[in-house]
């Protein structure tokens, strides 16, 4: 057995042996870490957008009625929880409080539009007061927030949730 000199500067002669410590310089890029952090970035925000929507866990009821458009302002939304609790955007309210809160909300917005989202479970005359203390706190345009694809009076199925 022997050994050899390999010379990897591709040429022969002189050249490669002066240039033998030097290395020439990398004209590849490694994109391998690129895409693990990609890959890391998207699991992080398919975890994390669930997480991201905001408001009481309430069972709407379901109606084939179409959604309302959207505004330029963030919509003010109020909902009753199974049990009565209030909830005005992300914070509880006391139900003697709401008219007061609601007229001075109502002074600083320029829309009187208000969603109003309440548990299936929640009786009818529950939710007409609350109705009539939104309207007694300046909010006429009151929209009810339910789940698409309920039943419809006309006798036709409703159409498939997409």
């Keep these: 057995m022997g050994a050899g000199v390999v010379d990897r500067s591709g040429g022969g002669g002189r050249k490669g042996r002066r240039s033998h410590g030097k290395s020439k310089p990398m004209a590849e890029i490694n994109v391998t870490p690129f895409v693990d952090v990609m890959l890391v970035l998207l699991i992080i925000f398919m975890v994390a957008a669930p997480l991201l929507t905001v408001g009481v866990p309430i069972e709407l009821p379901k109606t084939a009625a179409q959604p309302l458009p959207t505004e330029e302002e963030e919509p003010l939304a109020l909902a009753i929880a199974a049990d009565g609790t209030l909830m005005l955007q992300n914070s509880e ?44 706190g300046g909010f006429r345009n009151i929209g009810l927030v339910t789940d698409a694809g309920g039943p419809r009076l006309d006798g036709t199925d409703a159409p498939a949730e997409q």
């Design 93 to 136: 309210i006391n139900r003697a409080d709401l008219v007061a809160k609601m007229r001075a909300i109502a002074a600083e917005r320029q829309d009187d539009k208000v969603f109003l989202r309440a548990d299936g479970a929640v009786p009818y005359s529950s939710v007409m007061e609350i109705m009539g203390a939104l309207n007694a």
